[in-house]
């Protein structure tokens, strides 16, 4: 065996091994990739329901308005209506918790930390907390602001994932 053939030899080798490596490295990432998607269409679900949450809160209280309920009595008759709202806000494919509950006027400045002659409030007769979950922790908290006439303001939305301490920990190599 000549000098020639054992570096053809060596070379062989090594690229055997950097072929192996990446194929490796290439199944990782791929694996970690539809990690993420799933994560992410997770998150979007959970925001795609507080979207239509919104929608179907702000028709509702601006039907109530334009039938003629007064102004001090429009969260009392939204309070009732709220139940059947989140579990309308998504689908069925969609595996999303959720809870609402309407809030008088100091329970939503308590809420959002706000002082009573702080006049940032001032138009609401109250609002609505809302909170939509996944199975895989990701959690929307949404607070909306309902003014006399029905309209509808977002008035927080946090999106927020659960820490997760027995879940497989983010490594970069998964390999």
């Known amino acids: 065996m000549g000098v020639l053939d054992l570096f053809v030899l060596v070379v062989g080798i090594c690229l055997a091994v950097l072929a192996v490596l990446a194929l490796s490295t290439s199944l990782a990432s791929a694996r970690l990739s539809e990690r993420q998607a799933a994560s992410m269409q997770q998150m979007y679900d959970v925001d795609s329901a507080g979207q239509r949450f919104y929608a179907l809160l ?22 009732d209506r709220l139940p059947a709202l989140p579990e ?12 609402a509950k309407a809030l008088g006027h ?20 109250g609002g609505v907390q809302c909170t939509l979950a996944s199975p895989r922790g990701y959690e929307l908290f949404c607070i909306f602001g309902i003014d006399g006439q ?15 301490e027995s879940a497989q920990s983010e490594q970069l190599w998964l390999g």
Do not use: F, I, P
Request: with cysteine; net charge negative.
């Open 150 to 164: 029905g309209g509808c303001d977002v008035l927080q939305w946090r999106s927020t994932k659960a820490w997760d």
């Open 106 to 125: 100091d329970e939503l400045a308590s809420l959002l930390g706000k002082e009573a002659g702080d006049g940032s409030l001032a138009g609401y007769v």
């Open 88 to 99: 309308g806000a998504h689908s069925t494919l969609e595996a999303v918790r959720s809870q």
């Open 58 to 79: 702000d028709g509702e209280a601006q039907s109530l308005a334009g039938s003629g309920v007064a102004a001090a009595d429009l969260m009392a008759a939204l309070g």
